[in-house]
């Protein structure tokens, strides 16, 4: 029985052809094969087990907040995950949370807990595992900082728990990030360790680093937060000469904010942030992407570097080279 049929025998509720559009915030891309949203954490385990026991292509992902799908699709098993199990332990400061919980969510039940550390990361749209493959932060401070540990699903029936070191969390990265793997391991809960603060204190952290994304980030559009990182491997920018290693700055002055292909343009807000402003293709946002890069390689001899991560499909067809040409399909 070739893969695609054991899919459809053993994973009920799994749909063909469901749009990527509706499953990333820059909504865009073609059309997942097979497609399944895992409501809870066993959920989460059949469906990569029943695709791992078929040998078909899988992928799990949370919000889509950090992922560009092309407009060819995705071949194989798409799961988003919803796993949502968040146990606090006020007396030690541990917190265990399924891999789908909403990272906003972990940081507020943590305030209200009496919690504190990872505020500055509120308003990140994304979930824990998805923060945990990128090492998501902000104003100096990642993820990573307070991941003790966490379980991975590393073959259909098999959960290893890992400490924090094997992560190898870096600036924006981990040593999960980038996989090719058509079966890649799958983050399934994390425990970390915050630190004991006056809830009043935490809750009004969150509220400046709440009000700071809404003066400076463009949100309410369709946005996947930061196309690059910045050269200088760092976000802790602000008010130092790092500032002009920001990708965002960098950006700035080439004059990128007045770019745009199709329905995808350069935020007017945020240089390094791209919206889709109505029907943008994945290849109108890849080409924008090569176009930004080669505004900053010519100008000042600095090659920028992906944030975001593309997923699908990218062959001949679709694929654009580095000076910027491509092949339409
Ligand atoms: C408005 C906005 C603001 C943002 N601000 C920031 C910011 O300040 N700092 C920052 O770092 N990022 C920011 N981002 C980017 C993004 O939100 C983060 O990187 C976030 O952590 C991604 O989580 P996600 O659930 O959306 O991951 P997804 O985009 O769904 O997935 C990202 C990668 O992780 C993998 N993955 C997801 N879950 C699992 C799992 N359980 N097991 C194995 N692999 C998994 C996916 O396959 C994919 O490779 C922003 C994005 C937006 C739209």
Same mark, same amino acid.
Request: glycine share 20%; net charge negative; proline share 10%.
């Given at each position: 029985m070739a893969w695609q049929e054991k899919i459809e025998k053993h994973l009920k509720g799994v749909k063909r052809n469901e749009s990527l559009k509706n499953h990333t915030s820059l909504g865009v891309g073609g059309l997942a094969q097979f497609f399944y949203f895992a409501k809870d954490f066993d959920d989460l385990i059949k469906a990569v087990s029943v695709a791992r026991n078929a040998g078909a292509p899988y992928r799990v992902i949370g919000r889509g907040t950090n992922i560009i799908f092309s407009d060819l699709g995705f071949e194989g098993l798409l799961i988003v995950n919803n796993s949502n199990d968040l146990v606090i332990d006020q007396e030690s400061g541990r917190i265990i949370a399924d891999s789908g919980v909403a990272l906003s969510r972990l940081i507020l039940e943590a305030a209200s807990a009496?919690?504190?550390?990872?505020?500055?990361?509120? /308003?990140? #749209?994304?979930s824990v595992g998805g923060a945990i493959i990128g090492n998501c932060g902000a104003h100096g401070v990642s993820i990573g900082d307070a991941v003790l540990s966490a379980s991975l699903?590393?073959?259909?029936d098999k959960i290893v728990s890992f400490p924090s070191?094997?992560?190898?969390?870096g600036y924006r990265t981990s040593i999960l990030k980038y996989q090719k793997n058509e079966a890649p391991p799958v983050v399934l809960k994390v425990i970390f360790q915050l630190q004991r603060r006056r809830k009043e204190n935490v809750l009004e952290e969150i509220a400046k680093y709440k009000k700071w994304r809404e003066i400076h980030q463009p949100l309410g559009e369709k946005t996947c937060g930061s196309i690059f990182k910045n050269p200088a491997q760092t976000?802790?920018?602000? /008010?130092? #000469?790092l500032k002009e290693k920001s990708a965002g700055y960098l950006l700035e002055q080439v004059g990128a904010k007045k770019l745009r292909v199709g329905d995808a343009r350069v935020s007017k807000k945020h240089a390094n942030w791209i919206i889709n402003a109505g029907q943008a293709k994945a290849i109108d946002v890849r080409t924008l992407i090569e176009k930004m890069r080669g505004l900053v390689e010519d100008n000042f001899k600095i090659i920028l570097k992906e944030e975001i991560e593309y997923l699908g499909v990218w062959n001949e067809e679709n694929y654009i080279s580095a000076s910027g040409d491509y092949r339409k399909n």
């Open positions: 009496g919690l504190g550390g990872l505020e500055p990361l509120y /308003g990140i #749209p994304g699903l590393v073959s259909s070191s094997w992560f190898k969390f976000d802790n920018i602000v /008010g130092t #000469p």
